[in-house]
């Protein structure tokens, strides 16, 4: 079966840090394009880190920039998402999706992914 589970988030205090993974069963992770979207109660899904390790580009959105960094998993087949000096702003429930590594699309195009994970929460507070 072909999936991919998020882990790592929870409840953290503004300015601290956290590391969410994204593990894949059933195929390669290197053979995909990943990326890190996060959704806020009410809000539109919203896309914060892209990783495309065939073409070498590593990128954060622009509104996370300097703040967060992707880079593949220290633990086999995973892709982390490494979040410092979080906000309360960055609550929200955090997924990993994979799609086609030569899809030359806008990183964050939501339609263009094929797999999802179910989403871990973080929640940062004040």
């Known amino acids: 079966q072909l999936q991919l589970v998020e882990s790592g988030g929870g409840l953290v205090q503004a300015g601290g840090s956290l590391r969410l993974s994204c593990a894949a069963s059933g195929f390669t992770l290197e053979g995909y394009a990943i990326a890190w979207f996060r959704q806020a109660p009410g809000k539109d899904r919203e896309g914060v880190a892209y990783i495309n390790q065939r073409r070498g580009i590593t990128t954060p959105a622009r509104s996370v920039y300097g703040r967060f960094v992707i880079s593949r998993g220290n633990a086999k087949n995973t892709v982390d998402l490494h979040m410092t000096s979080l906000k309360p702003e960055d609550t929200a429930v955090y997924y990993c999706?994979?799609?086609?590594?030569?899809?030359?699309?806008?990183?964050?195009?939501?339609?263009?992914?094929?797999?999802w994970g179910q989403g871990t929460q973080v929640t940062v507070s004040s």
């Open positions: 999706a994979a799609r086609d590594t030569y899809y030359s699309g806008p990183y964050y195009d939501t339609t263009s992914y094929k797999f």
